[in-house]
T-cell receptor
Framework: NAGVTQTPKFQVLKTGQSMTLQCAQD?????MSWYRQDPGMGLRLIHY???????DQGEVPNGYNVSRSTTEDFPLRLLSAAPSQTSVYFC????????????FGPGTRLLVL | LAKTTQPISMDSYEGQEVNITCSHN???????ITWYQQFPSQGPRFIIQ?????VTNEVASLFIPADRKSSTLSLPRVSLSDTAVYYC???????????WGAGTKLIIKP
């Protein structure tokens, strides 16, 4: 049982480039979400999904796309990277949609030059 | 919309009991209040959750008053390894979105 896995661990992009951050979980959780965490700050919700085929926007969705074709995978796409997207990105999953136990991945550190 | 307030930082010493309070209003009446711990360069890790009154597990206790307008995380006999940022998490009562506290940086001194 690997829990929540994220790849890559670290990525450097140039402004305007696109990329996909991968997230997978093997706990059969319906709820998955993406957060960004800027240095010294708290978590901000980007997008979330309550099940395969269903996604919705969080607090800071601009510049990001998501899809949920399977229960296990929830990739986050940066369409055209900007320096303001330099951050640490965390993927999380939980059984339900409420404030119950969420399991976090190790994070992806993204630097946009 | 729900709003949470936590102290930005706290200091304590090894062996002491530490209490961190999160104030929260307009939270979902049928949802948990959950606390997480985060070390540098790691994702948040679940500590404890409760609905009302008091919950205790092997690492912490959580006190929630009847009006659920606040919650207090209690860490007994802290050690240096408890130095971390602690977040409260609640659900909003209107749209059921999850609302994270801004985090409390706890520093434990020898």
């Amino acid at each position: 049982n690997a829990g929540v896995t994220q790849t890559p661990k670290f990525q450097v992009l140039k402004t305007g480039q696109s990329m996909t951050l991968q997230c997978a979980q093997d706990m059969n959780h319906e709820y998955m979400s993406w957060y960004r965490q800027d240095p010294g700050m708290g978590l901000r919700l980007i997008h979330y999904s309550v099940g395969a085929g269903i996604t919705d926007q969080g607090e800071v969705p601009n510049g990001y796309n998501v899809s949920r074709s399977t229960t296990e995978d929830f990739p986050l796409r940066l369409l055209s990277a900007a320096p303001s997207q330099t951050s640490v990105y965390f993927c999380a999953s939980s059984y339900g949609t409420g404030a119950e136990t969420q399991y976090f991945g190790p994070g992806t550190r993204l630097l946009v030059l | 919309l729900a709003k949470t307030t936590q102290p930005i930082s706290m200091d304590s010493y090894e062996g002491q009991e530490v209490n961190i309070t999160c104030s929260h209003n307009n939270i979902a009446t049928n949802d948990y209040i959950t606390w997480y711990q985060q070390f540098p360069s790691q994702g948040p890790r679940f500590i404890i959750q409760g609905y009302k009154t008091k919950v205790t597990n092997e690492v912490a206790s959580l006190f929630i008053p009847a009006d659920r307008k606040s919650s207090t995380l209690s860490l007994p006999r802290v050690s240096l390894s408890d130095t971390a940022v602690y977040y409260c998490l609640v659900g909003d009562d209107s749209n059921y979105q999850l609302i994270w506290g801004a985090g409390t940086k706890l520093i434990i001194k020898p």
